[in-house]
């Protein structure tokens, strides 16, 4: 749980849960202003969130450092989360304050106030998952000409597994138990790798469709209630990128991480691709691309959260984790297999 006095010292100009209830009384037109509440369990790396009840309903307080390259980019974030509203993409709408601006400033920090969405992360089930498939189609689709500052779409922020990180994560793997069996499933996942790294080269990022991408694609970022898509939120990794990475980081984490089973994975990934397909189809590079994208998406993904916790991830060992790790990219190389070989 969030410990509000540490967060709060990250703003020496905004200390205190009353003295951001005072700028929200002054600034905003919303009635009454109760003391803020820290949002348990909530990633406060990059800027403050707490939750505010007022007279005008309930919202989500966010605060930033007051740096010209961080306002700007809120400010984009903004525009799209408007356009996304405008094409029927349900998001978390922010509050104008009293001048009309989204964004509220001091000395040294800013803030914005979001609209609180009631509902929860999402859940997998085949009706989520044709929901959230849908949902990035769009969204792809909807945003192919909206501006967007740009930067290079050929770097992916998952577009290799780092040797040193997967070697870390093979070391704690060994110390689990059966180091030969670790080391039989380390050489088959080292070999998937290896074949992903030509399919996803850089040269080879060419070829893939372009555009503005989410960048964080998971269930943690789709609020639903009532089996109905809520809100897309976290918008801050959005911009300039390759369609590819988004719908890869969506099927590892939505369709892939959670089960071993062949045919559970080919359920959720076919029913992720028909439906995002209904607004834009992959071409003949990608439909090969995307497997490779969601191994070296899963396995990076993995082998940092292990180091990270010490090797345990979602409740399995590192051990545990290399032996799932290697069905589910054997089970990716023969699904990319069979595209490119019928």
């Known amino acids: ?108 920090w800013a803030l914005e106030l979001q609209e609180f969405v009631d509902g929860t992360p999402m859940e ?20 192919r000409d909206f501006p967007r500052p740009e930067r290079d779409v050929r770097m992916w922020r998952f577009s290799e597994v780092p040797r040193t990180l997967f070697a870390q994560f093979f070391e704690m793997a060994k110390e689990g138990g059966n180091e030969q069996k670790v080391m039989d499933e380390c050489n088959q996942i080292a070999l998937f ?13 060419n070829r893939f469709e372009t555009g503005l991408i989410h960048g964080d694609w998971h269930g943690g ?50 029913i992720m691709l028909t439906h995002y397909q209904k607004h834009r189809n992959l071409s003949p590079y990608e439909q090969v691309a995307l497997y490779c994208a969601v191994g070296v998406k899963h396995v990076a993904t993995v082998s940092y959260q292990a180091l990270q916790s010490k090797g345990v991830v979602a ?7 290399m032996e799932r790790l290697a069905v589910q990219c054997q089970w990716l190389s023969e699904r990319a297999h069979g595209v490119r070989w019928g």
């Not at 790798?193 to 990022?205: C, K, P, T, V």
């Open 315 to 321: 409740g399995y060992s590192a051990q545990s984790w």
């Open 193 to 205: 790798l290896r074949d992903a790294s030509q399919e996803l080269s850089f040269e080879a990022r």
């Open 124 to 143: 997998v089930t085949s009706e989520t998952l044709a929901i959230s498939a849908h949902a990035l189609g769009q969204m792809h689709d909807v945003c």
């Open 221 to 270: 970022n789709l609020i639903f209630k009532d089996g109905r898509l809520q809100a897309i939120v976290d918008l801050e990794f959005a911009g300039d990128g390759c369609f590819l990475e988004d719908l890869a980081y969506g099927i590892s984490n939505l369709c892939v991480r959670t089960t071993m089973k062949p045919e559970r994975l080919s359920k959720r990934t076919d």
């Open 1 to 108: 749980m969030t410990n509000p006095d540490q967060v709060e010292k990250q703003q020496p100009n905004l200390q205190g849960r009353e003295a951001l209830a005072r700028v929200i009384r002054e600034f905003y037109d919303v009635g009454f202003v109760d003391l803020p509440v820290p949002v348990p369990m909530a990633h406060q790396r990059r800027h403050r969130k707490l939750v505010v009840m007022t007279g005008a309903g309930k919202f989500l307080i966010k605060t930033y450092k007051r740096d010209p390259y961080v306002l700007d980019t809120l400010r984009f974030q903004h525009r799209l989360s408007q356009h996304l509203d405008e094409n029927a993409l349900p998001v978390a709408r922010i509050l104008p304050a009293k001048n009309g601006k989204k964004i509220v400033e001091g000395d040294d």
